[in-house]
């Protein structure tokens, strides 16, 4: 039983999708990971999107790759953001995981990430794309909300704080 940010509870169990104005993530898009390199995380992430909403996971993969040569997206703090525009999307997707073990990420502050927090959006999504990165960035930056996730007990508890945080800001 999960509890909302208003006192109401719900199972999580029936729920298997949030949605923002932003982005959506599916339940099954959250995971509790043990990695041991970035590149297994990214390929980790590309195979989650891949399962959950339907794309080819080598697109998905060379998406976020080709974005990644371009600077990490080791956002801080123990946070990384991957993130792509590719096709086959009507709207921006997530997926997220949270790591046993922290792992080096070339992150801004050059410390190790303990969740990467992936964003997929669609080609010709720029503001709302940007938008989606901004909200997530929001989010991860809360650290109040970066312990609740880690301190979660397992990747529905993970998703019942992600969903609630979304309906917070929805409301």
Do not use: W
């Given at each position: 039983?999960?509890?909302?940010?208003?006192?109401?509870?719900?199972?999580?169990?029936?729920?298997?999708?949030?949605?923002?104005?932003?982005?959506?993530?599916?339940?099954?898009?959250?995971?509790?990971?043990?990695?041991?390199?970035?590149?297994?995380?990214?390929?980790?992430?590309?195979?989650?999107?891949?399962?959950?909403?339907?794309?080819?996971?080598?697109?998905?993969?060379?998406?976020?790759?080709?974005?990644?040569?371009?600077?990490?997206?080791?956002?801080?703090?123990?946070?990384?953001?991957?993130?792509?525009?590719?096709?086959?999307?009507?709207?921006?997707?997530?997926?997220?995981?949270?790591?046993?073990?922290?792992?080096?990420?070339?992150?801004?502050?050059?410390?190790?990430?303990?969740?990467?927090?992936?964003?997929?959006?669609p080609v010709q999504a720029g503001a709302a794309h940007l938008q989606a990165l901004a909200g997530i960035s929001r989010m991860m930056r809360d650290d109040r909300?970066?312990?609740?996730?880690?301190?979660?007990?397992?990747?529905?508890?993970?998703?019942?704080?992600?969903?609630?945080?979304?309906?917070?800001?929805?409301?």
């Open positions: 039983m999960a509890r909302r940010r208003d006192g109401a509870s719900y199972h999580i169990h029936g729920i298997h999708s949030a949605m923002s104005a932003l982005f959506s993530i599916d339940q099954q898009a959250v995971r509790v990971i043990r990695a041991a390199s970035k590149a297994q995380i990214l390929a980790t992430l590309a195979e989650r999107f891949a399962s959950v909403y339907a794309l080819d996971s080598a697109n998905v993969l060379a998406g976020i790759l080709d974005r990644e040569a371009l600077g990490s997206t080791g956002f801080g703090r123990g946070v990384a953001i991957p993130h792509a525009r590719i096709g086959g999307l009507v709207r921006p997707v997530a997926a997220f995981l949270r790591l046993e073990q922290p792992v080096e990420f070339d992150a801004a502050d050059g410390m190790p990430v303990d969740c990467g927090f992936g964003l997929l959006s909300m970066h312990a609740r996730l880690m301190a979660a007990a397992d990747a529905d508890s993970i998703f019942a704080q992600l969903v609630n945080v979304i309906d917070r800001d929805v409301a």
